[in-house]
């Protein structure tokens, strides 16, 4: 439909276009709120009409056009930054384009009493424009920066409220915590660079590659490295475990800005560089593959571990945030054991309902002015009748019942473990389906059974400019799954085997689950035949409500061994380096006050002193 | 004829000196904009000279040589090539924007903006002169000043920090001089001409023997590590120009000595001691971010930041690759600009408050949201965040620098992250958070003095956004030297 050319253009304009709109509202927009928002809007929309042209006008099965321009160095060159649409990329920039401005027009609503709503704007544009630079990257280096970028924006939104300290020090702690991560992308980069010569994706995976990819370093090869330093990339950006502890205090950001950033695109972009790095696996030794399965089970743990935790939540984003954390976890599971393709089926389909969960945990928070369940539950949140549209299918794609989109995405990854005969995972991942159902259930019944406090006296209503984005992902959360089936999934060469039993069994298996876990959330929160578990399991209760202690066990890093370690050090400083130095001084100036008695002022000693001492050091010069 | 353009250049500070002894006492606002004068004309032809530089020839560019004491065989021999090119530009802007922020000085103005322009003049001599001798003496006139700069108009602890960095320096440069006179003595051809000393080569223990006493002599200048400690207590006592000057190009002095007069002439030695000095250098890159995450003075968590990050410049030189130098140069431009930055917001601050501590702070972004927003650039280059300066030049060291020092290459990169800890800490207890003590103080101020500090922010995303406008002038040079 489009030249190539036309198709590169588009995908510029299409990045372009939010870095536009930021640089336009720094400039003329400041303090004009009005103006930021149209702004913002434009770039937001022209990204989505540019990315939905090129999703669906172009796509064919091996699809991949690419441009560079030498970045950093003429030469060598290598180190350039340029634009890749292939499938991979398309998708993921069509889901940013579309959760952005999904976000950007609910935004209008939700942000219409902030003094600084003009930044906000601002940097949620800039936050798009560093993820679709990242989406399109066609090399280590590119991804690399935007990666950085992206964390820059999570920093800025997280913080948007920096009079309050607790979102002040949630940002530092997301930048920090996600930076650890990110010294495994710079080591990767580092490995790539050196060792194998090349950071393009185009040549990583390129069959003569193969050799590069298994010759040895320090005891390994070069894949296993590099795996494992892009994995811990990927356990900081997306929040696998043991780095996830800064995830849900970004809760602390604007809701749409966890809408957008914390659930739907930057915290998926660990799992879409996994998807991308995944020719690793084809071209690398076995030992790789042994890697890449111990993300996976790493993955699980994380899943399970989180998901537990957002059974004892009692703010409504913590719920969430938990939720995404171990849903990362399952498309972590799915692209380390192999299923690339259902693992970023699983984050296409999530992007959908749980921007649609986050949005409308803003709408209730917006109207009860709490994020506290039962404080909205009190407030009258059940009788907000469009929001509680949009948590019913939001929960039921995430439950993953059917129709809904999580069902069809979270069964192709149980799937490919079933075929796989990876049976740990396979039991784990459903155990994980069981508790996702109660989790997401409980914010449901708890909403419907706290009774509505009349006397609280508030009129809740629903900001005008926040319906469209939850009607749009409502039915997104409904045909996301069907979406990618029809369109997308013949993009990528999957291998399509008899597996009739597997999806048989785990169809019924996982629906098994996620019902069984309803019906158990309903009998403890809704009919209340059941006793809370968490009553009686006073221990495991302590231990959730503790996030499995890695708060703690982080807090303890930061303050009983890092900021001990660098106060030792600044005293060796006061101490030695510097006291060495004072006492050179005080032993000088002792000296000095001898030879003050040579000074005597006369230019022709000096001259004298000075031509001797010249004399002496040819004189031992020339002899040597 | 060709206009001798490093030769303006050079003559603009003078020029401004000589024409400020000229004005009578008294006339303050004469000796500013005299001194705002030959800054424009010193940063327009730098700029152009810039421009100019062919990056395809490279090499050695805009040649003048006059005689200068032909009996010792030395000439006044001016050229630049890369690194010059950068580091001129590099001093432009720093005693541009330093001149500025100079503005609000009312002490003995007449004889601050003197100091002020023979230091400058030192240093664009040092960058420019290609001959060791005359180089010697640029240098000489460089560091001196700075004694009086610091312990006339300085604050904290002057007279001491004065001291000790002119001790620290001079002892420095004594080395330095050593080497010149055996370097002289020992070469067979007689002469301090750089380039006719650096092709004629000298033999290997020569070099051995030497290239410490220059590692060491200039390095200090550079504040390598463990010989770091004059350096942050300077920063904190000299008023805010000439930290300015002191870290934007004055350390940069000390490694471009290491470069030219180490690396490039004792080529050999340099390979023989590069695990010493590269290990120095890493320890450097990871104590200073360390130590500076215990500092609550905001000059002094600069000064252990700039220990960090020369400790970067030093890291890449001893590594020697072609893309550890390359990034080497990048970072000695990239932390000239940032700290230029810093120390210009800092002094702005503490003209208002009187206090540079951190906890005396908080809020700031919203009350000075101009000034807040340059600090916050700074401090995001530092940590090396792409799209800023930083970035390039952190990436082609510690790229280029594994090639030859794994090891210590990974021993270092964490500092990216240690980094990120004291900065984002510093930039949370004064710009966000409720407001503190001395807040309510702070005023966000006019186009003019703000000026420099817009000026130094837009360059720093210029530098990150388009490496090349820079890389392309350094690359031939680090290409060349590794020949």
Redesign the interface.
Known sequence: MFTEATQIQFGIATVLAPIASFVLIAALAMRRPMLAKIISLSGGLVSLVLASLLLFGVGEPGYKIQATW??????PAGFSIGILLDPLSLVMLWVVAVVGFLVQWYSVSYMEEDANQSKFFAFISLFCFAMMGFTIAPNL?QS???W??VG?GS?LLI?FW????SA??A??KA??VT??G??GF??A??LA??GLGALDFGSLADSNMASGWKMGLAGYDYGVWISLALFLAVIGKSAQFPLYGWLPDAMEGPTPVSALIHAATMVAAGVYLLARTSFIVVLGSESVQTVWHGLAMLAMLTALMSGMVAIVQSDIKRVFAYSTISQLGYMVVGIGSGAVVAGMMHLFTHAFFKALLFLTAGAFIHAAHSNSITEIARAGGAKLKLPMIALGAGSLALMGIFPFAGFYSKDAILEHLFVEGDWVLYVAAMFGVLVTSYYTARVIFLMLKVPADDHLGHHLHVGGWMKLPLAVLTVGALVAGNLWMWKVEHWFHVPHGEHGNAVLITTIVSTLCALAGLYYSARVFYWKKSEDPMANWVGLANVLREKWYLDTAYDKLVHNI??P???F??RI?LRF??GA??GI?TG?MAIARTLARVMTGEVQQYVGVSFAV?AA??II??NR | MELPILSIILLCPVVGVLLLFMVPEGRDNVVRWISLAVSLVAAFFSVWMFVAYDRVQAGFQFTEQLPWVPGLNSTYHVAVDGVGATLVLLNAIVLLTGVVTSWSISFRVKEYFILFLLLVAGVFGSFICLDFLLFFIFFEVAVLPMYLLIGIWGSTNREYAA??LT??LLAGSGLVF?GL??VY??SSVHTFDFITLRDTGFSNEFQDLVYPLMFLGFGTLAAVF?L???SP?GHVAAPTAVSMLHAGVLMKLGAYGVLRYGIEMFPHGAQTWAPVAGFFAACGVV?GA??A???TDLKYMIGYSSVSHMGLVMFGLAAGTTMAI?GAVYQMFSHGIMTALFFSAVGFFYEQTHTRNIYDYG?L??KAPWVATCFIMAG?AG?G???LAG??AE??I??GA??RFPVL??IA??S??FG??YM??V??SV????EGGKTPQVHDVGVFSGSPRVLLAGLIILFGVA??LL??VI?PYARELLK
């Open positions: 030498d970045w950093l160095l003429k030469e280096l690399f920066m935007c950085e970028l820059l920093y913080g920096n009079h309050l300290p002040a020090t940002a530092r930048f920090v930076r650890l990110d010294l710079f080591a980069l580092l660079a050196t890092y900021l370690f660098t106060a050090l600044n400083e380096v510097k130095l004072d001084g000088s010249v050091v040819v010069l020339m | 001291l000790k001790i620290m050593i006179i055996m003595f020992t463990p770091h400690n004059w207590d104590y360390l130590v995450a215990q500092q390359n809020g972004a919203r995001l940590v965040l792409p799209g970035f390039p990436f082609m510690f790229l594994f090639e290459t990974l990169v964490p990216l992250v990120a800890f984002l800490r930039l949370q710009f966000f958070g409720p490496p090349r890389s392309d690359a």
